[in-house]
């Protein structure tokens, strides 16, 4: 083998293990390592991805760590090209940098406007390149000039994680994720997170396997929130054998309907695909025993074997980094504790018991033995705000607090512009930035609030963005006026009649007004407006509880804020029965409808609406009144005279207020009877005679040849139901069937004379 194909053979051999790494994870505060990529031909070399301030690289195995040229900006992904790895790609939010000289320099790539949260590089032509986004992988086969969506994925998801087959580079694997999602009757986001296959390199993708968390919903199948929803956020195939690879999931939360009770918790698991993803397996499931907690596992990375036949060696990175050395069988912690948690892997290609784990607060640290133990490399700082907090965290509104954001370091020249956001600016609203003064560490602002909803403490997340970095304190605003008293009026309806609630404050309400939160405990019989608003200087105000109609008494418990009473709804007048007599007629006879209410028609009478669903066939008024007083009225059903020769159904309906009742009227044909007294063929004049009676004496006589239905003619009426004709046919029709419109008919052969 010539020496370039050598190096060409060891560095995609080495290269394959770069699959294992620039694992993106959901950030948290600035400061986390979100992803690390070795470079496969100088493992001293490595490379730190920070959410929020850029990307860092260290040349001597992490003693030292300087910034590249991309600074101040969250890094979610990272590629490096196995032939040339002074080539560089780095995925952010926004789109795709690109550096050819080992991070000195960086330049947009043509993947822009969309954030990058994976990155994959074909190392058998690293030219060609897979970038995981919302719902889509996106291939470049230009070393990034341009790019294209491959098959959409999970819409509103995000793909975690992208693989290549280094034996068979048209085979991709992606890896889902869904951080939150909703089902209060209707969908607010997507559910499933997976993994799908191409083998076409992208044209196409199948799901192989999928996570739903819906088969974990504790709320009787009404619906269900979940954040984290227990998605796979890393994939890694195992560096010896192409078709096996290994996957871990995010935790999962899952709410009730009302997304206030957690009814269901899951840490995150390892999943083992082989054959290429048709085979399953969870070896080992979670990597720590008798744990129930939420925990992710965003970090995942196999080392090399000279063997193949060796069990395989990984690692994953949550709270601690647990390592197997039987293929995921079992999981044992290798003492990384302290450092939070480890959100990103890296395995020394050359020297597979050196790993990095990059950790939150800007902290990479090194195993020189295989997880035995643990020291953090040197330090990686850039300027981002290192504290940010409240005074008072809790406000009566409408008030202020003061918010006070503090740096790592003194601001440049110039000042430091920390933008400035309010989850919810009705509630609390910020200035659209705070500058802290150049030399300064930190600087204070205003957050104003507004009046919350009587008996609710309202949270509001403040935050600040600086260098790509997001950092966030809650503000708890509640309301000075209390609730006093609620009232209804009557406090008994009947169904399908309202009341009228009052709420009393125990003071006026403030400038703008207080709003009073409502519900009701039984919305299908009594129902109210979200909320009530107390005009500002007023002490009370009211609203309406609209009610359904009820069989029975039911009562509906009517609360606002903290204060609730009683609501009975008795049943009202209602249809309960529609009848029909006789329930069966021949065509153009009548029936005789009864319909029955539940209770005495009002003094007014009761009005009940009619209709027919065939009134070609049935006919009925457009209503009858029931007389006060009275519980029941008749009407005529009215059918037309010949209906046709099939029986007919006409649903009859009568509705009164919201309810209908319905009964079904069977309409069957007026037939007549037809005998045939003679059927002559004359073959020597090719005439047909036929004689026949009919005991519709208006009926019309058709003759037919029975074989084939061709129509011969109609017969002539002449006297009391006797109907005769001569016709002229061909050949001799052997049989003849007559016909009436009545829908009488006779067969008979036919004699030959």
């Known amino acids: ?206 799901l192989i396997s999928s996570f739903d968390p819906t088969i974990n919903d504790g709320s009787g199948g009404q619906g269900f929130s979940c954040g984290p929803c227990g998605g796979v956020l890393a994939l890694a195939i195992d560096p010896s054998i192409s078709t096996t690879f ?42 720590w025993p008798d744990v129930i907690d939420p925990f992710p596992i965003p970090g995942l990375a196999i080392a090399p074997r000279a063997d193949p036949l060796t069990p395989t060696t990984l690692y994953v990175g949550s709270t601690d980094v647990f390592k197997s050395t039987d293929g995921g069988a079992s999981f044992s912690p290798t003492g990384l504790t302290g450092a939070g948690s480890a959100l990103s892997l890296a395995i020394d290609p050359r020297f597979p018991t050196t790993i990095y784990a990059g950790t939150p607060s800007a902290s990479v640290f090194k195993s020189m033995d295989g997880g035995a133990s643990w020291n953090p490399t040197g330090p990686i700082a850039w300027l981002h705000i290192s504290s940010w907090s409240l005074n008072p965290a809790s406000v009566i509104g409408p008030s202020s607090s003061t918010g006070t954001v503090t740096l790592s370091a003194a601001a440049p020249a110039g000042g430091a512009a920390i933008i400035l956001t309010s989850s919810n600016p009705a509630v609390a609203t910020v200035p659209a930035s705070v500058v802290v003064p150049a030399g300064a560490t930190s600087a204070d602002f205003t957050v104003s609030t507004n009046p919350v909803p009587v008996g609710a403490s309202t949270t509001v997340a403040i935050r600040g963005l600086y260098g790509g970095a997001l950092s966030s304190a809650t503000l708890t605003v509640t309301l000075a006026s209390a609730l006093s008293a609620l009232s209804l009026n009557p406090s008994s309806v009947p169904g399908g009649a309202a009341s009228i609630g009052t ?78 007599s006789p329930a069966s007629v021949t065509a153009g006879n009548s029936s005789t409808g009864t319909v029955t209410l539940s209770a005495a028609a009002p003094t007014s009478g009761a009005v009940v609406t009619l209709a027919s669903s065939e009134t070609a066939v049935a006919m009925v008024p457009a209503s009858v009144t029931v007389a006060a007083g009275a519980t029941s009225a008749t009407f005529t059903v009215s059918t037309s005279s010949q209906a046709g020769c099939a029986s007919s159904l006409a649903t009859i309906s009568a509705t009164y207020g919201s309810v209908t009742r319905s009964a079904g009227l069977t309409v069957t044909p007026a037939t007549d009877t037809v005998a045939i007294q003679q059927a002559d063929y004359f073959a020597s004049r090719h005439e047909l005679r036929v004689a026949a009676t009919s005991t519709g004496s208006t009926s019309t006589l058709q003759v037919y040849v029975t074989s084939t239905g061709d129509l011969i003619g109609a017969l002539k009426h002449y006297d009391g139901n006797r109907y005769s004709g001569r016709f002229t046919w061909p050949v001799n029709p052997q049989n003849i069937t007559v016909r009436s419109r009545f829908c009488g008919s006779a067969t008979r052969a036919v004699s030959s004379r």
């Open 1 to 206: 083998m010539g020496e370039k194909r050598l190096l060409r053979f060891v560095v995609l051999v080495v290269s394959a293990l770069l699959l294992l790494e620039a694992v993106p994870v959901c950030s948290s505060q600035g400061g986390d390592i979100i992803a690390l990529a070795i470079d496969p031909l100088t493992p001293t070399t490595l490379y730190a991805a920070t959410d929020g301030g850029g990307l860092f690289k260290t040349t001597d195995g992490g003693a030292s760590w300087n910034a590249t040229g991309l600074t101040n900006i969250s890094v979610l992904a990272l590629a490096i090209d196995p032939l040339t790895p002074t080539t560089l790609y780095a995925g952010v939010y926004g789109g795709l940098f690109k550096s050819a000289d080992g991070g000195a320099s960086w330049s947009a790539t043509g993947l822009t406007g969309i954030d990058v949260y994976s990155l994959a590089i074909d190392l058998l032509t690293p030219t060609t390149l897979y970038a995981g986004t919302n719902g889509a992988v996106h291939k470049s086969t230009d070393g990034g000039a341009s790019w294209n969506a491959t098959g959409d994925l999970l819409a509103y998801a995000r793909v975690s994680s992208v693989v290549v087959d280094f034996v068979t580079p048209t085979t991709l694997y992606a890896a889902i994720n869904v951080l939150s999602a909703g089902w209060y009757g209707s969908p607010t986001g997507p559910t499933t997170g997976g993994i799908y296959k191409s083998t076409n390199g992208g044209a196409t993708w199948s």
């Open 246 to 287: 290994f996957a871990v999931t995010d935790g999962l939360v899952l709410y009730n309907y009302w997304g206030d009770v957690v009814v269901w918790t899951q840490p995150g698991f390892v999943m083992k695909g082989t054959d290429g993803g048709r085979n399953w397996s969870t070896p080992g499931i979670y990597p």
């Open 503 to 580: 709420v009393t404050l125990s003071a006026a309400a403030p400038a703008g007004g207080a709003e009073v939160p409502l519900s009701s405990s039984n919305a299908a019989v009594a129902t109210v407006p979200a909320s009530v608003t107390v005009p500002a200087g007023s002490t009370s105000a009211n609203f309406t509880v609209s009610t359904s109609l009820v069989t029975s008494a039911t009562s509906a418990t009517i609360q606002a804020a903290n204060f609730s009473v009683v609501l009975n709804v008795i049943p009202a007048t209602t249809l309960s029965l529609l009848s029909l």
